[in-house]
């Protein structure tokens, strides 16, 4: 499928090129910001408070709110194209914006299979492409007789909204479930998949149809948090990588994504279900930044510009993230744990978000690359626990 | 030689960590900055005007005159460390921020040698390191008395501020040298060497005293202006890379450095000779942004923040770094030209500055990597020429 190429205002910045906007400024806007700046572009930043991680870091930074086209339209008219480092912005916000002329990439009829699960899993199935059994659900009877042709434990999850295992639940019973229905959210049950792992296909696609894939990880939940990235996914057969990267290319060719697109996966033993999708960075492909020869920042750059995409090719043999979670307990003195680790492994790469310190949150991540995967995913995994914890694993 | 471990005023940003200035706005800056936002750190920028290539891309920015104590006293009492993005700050004045005991990466003592080249060719020659013939000339008799030992051509220098070939006359007679003496500027006289080529050491320091030092690389100048670097050098013998590298790290040490410290070699018949010395992120080692685990800015600032330095691998068996500069002619679309360089080499790393475009001003520069170095040369040439002039070289 290939569109004309868009003809999209023109609002340029220093030297000519483009202004990108990008709404949330979160750690993904942060780090798209420091790829902007290769690319001689000049982020702007639409966020919730100066104190956000890409407010701290952006010059460009607007202070507003995502759900107010007054102060979307406002954004978005000092910008070529804007695009988002969350799904958080309405359908019919989004809709406006296109209406006024504005691009928005994704855009809005796109963006809806990343915002809504249930509008997600019907366009998959309608696609052939493999989901785990799904209904959508308002009743705990809607529950039960789902549970009649799946069985206990199934999953819940909220339509709209869900981050990090925010609405997600796994309930074991109709007692448990009408606890989750009391929460009077719109909801969609799905089987609980038997998994051998999780992974994900990470690819890019520019308005004019180009598409880029990166190699398949493994991703390591805890808690349904994103904990570790193995790129790429140990073990994994040509044919399902192959199998992978093709369904997410062709998953961004026939929903218009224009931008990053995350294919969450899973392994089972009758092959791979998609779990979910998301259109911005993704947390899967931060390894990237020094894995790969074209950073998901930058890549997710040029596809919303029309630019041709960037090279894929990893830069190592084996490359591991694992995430930086706030530790419990109080703010630890993270300068100290710095020197520390920059002492003990000088090759790791560390990337801190500017956020405040709390248990679970995501405050960072660690990479370490090398050609021998014990080795790299030790290093990454005691690089992260001791920032988290201050003490070495054993 | 070591020092104790400075005990800097505490001026502590997001997540407890330290704040950096860098006094200058340049792309020296700039980078840095791209480098501060994966640390944790916010980089603060005291630039001259607001539309600086660091000034459009940095949040905590601020204009002022970096040869005015009062500016560089406010500017300085909001940073725990100050460092340098270019030398022309008076050595006065940051003499006068030590004693309000401010930190000041490099210090003055050690900057100097970067700032005056009598200064940095007798401390050099006093400590025995291999320097051109040279000596301090005030009149055209003195450059003629010069000239009775080591023959005309000869180069006079500007003793302080010379940049990019601006400060350096190539005088063949009393006459030419007469035309450079008017200019009423502090000169020294030296040898024009016969060389074979030019090399870069470059290495970063802390105040521990740590020493790290990337691959010798070969630099390649046009009109004074350098417009290539390979790394690692050609053909270098390992004796001659790691004379080199002992070279920088012991001047480093001897000069009390902190921070990045990159030294120009001339490599002779009759072996190296330091041609110039600077004392901040520097032109010659930009290839490490792809081609190294630790870039020089993320060096540059472990360093002045006394943290571990970082791992110094070179990532790929070639990295050719080309300078994009200015075409002649009309301002030109620099997009279209990105566009079709980004469809033609997909590998291709680009670094753009954000600045106004000149005839022959350092506008950005390219990088490519790879294990041919033919190829990677042709890759990086080809690009930095595309960009200047929109057609490929043949």
């Not at 296109?98 to 997600?120: C, F, N, W, Y």
């Not at 009391?182 to 998994?195: F, H, K, S, T």
């Not at 791979?272 to 492909?285: D, Y």
Request: hydrophobic share 45%; charged share 20%.
């Amino acid at each position: 499928m290939h569109e004309a190429r868009t003809a999209r205002p023109v609002v340029r910045g220093t030297m000519g090129l483009p202004v990108v906007g990008m709404v949330g400024g979160g750690q993904l806007s942060r780090m798209t910001h420091q790829a902007s700046i290769a690319l001689g572009l000049s982020l702007r930043v639409l966020a919730d408070a100066t104190h956000d991680s890409a407010a701290l870091v952006a010059n460009g930074v607007t202070v507003g709110d995502h759900t107010s086209l007054e102060d979307l339209r406002a954004f978005a008219q000092g910008c070529e194209v804007v695009t988002f480092d969350h799904e958080h912005v309405p359908g019919g916000l989004l809709e406006a914006l296109e209406d006024d002329g504005l691009t928005i990439h994704p855009g809005s009829a796109a963006l809806r299979h990343a915002q809504d699960k249930v509008v997600m899993r019907e366009r998959l199935a309608a696609l052939g492409v493999p989901v785990p059994p799904f209904t959508p659900v308002a009743t705990v009877r809607d529950i039960e007789g789902f549970a009649q042709h799946i069985g206990w434990p199934l999953v819940l999850k909220a339509a709209t909204g869900g981050y990090d295992g925010h609405g997600v639940w796994v309930v074991h019973s109709a007692g448990e479930a009408a606890e989750v229905v009391a929460g009077g959210i719109r909801l969609v049950a799905e089987q609980l998949m038997p998994l051998r792992r999780e992974l994900a296909a990470v690819v890019a696609r520019s308005p004019y149809g180009q598409g880029a894939a990166w190699p398949v990880v493994e991703t390591v939940q805890s808690g349904g948090i994103c904990v570790e990235v193995v790129a790429p996914a140990p073990g994994l057969s040509e044919e399902l990588a192959l199998e992978a990267q093709g369904l997410a290319l062709r998953l961004a060719d026939e929903l218009a994504v224009v931008g990053i697109l995350a294919v969450e996966l899973f392994e089972t033993a009758d092959g791979l279900v998609v779990n979910e999708l998301a259109m911005r960075p993704h947390n899967s492909a931060h390894w990237t930044i020094e894995g790969s020869r074209t950073s998901q920042f930058e890549q997710h750059l040029r596809a919303v510009l029309d630019y041709p995409l960037g090279a894929t090719t990893a830069t190592a043999p084996w490359v591991v993230m694992a995430n930086v979670l706030g530790g419990d307990g109080e703010a630890p003195d993270l300068d100290r744990r710095l020197h520390l680790l920059y002492g003990r492994d000088p090759a790791l790469k560390v990337h801190l978000y500017g956020k405040t310190i709390r248990p679970g949150r995501k405050i960072g991540h660690v990479t370490a690359l090398g050609s021998d995967l014990e080795d790299v995913r030790d290093r990454a995994r005691a690089g992260a626990a001791y920032l988290r914890e201050g003490v070495w694993p054993t």
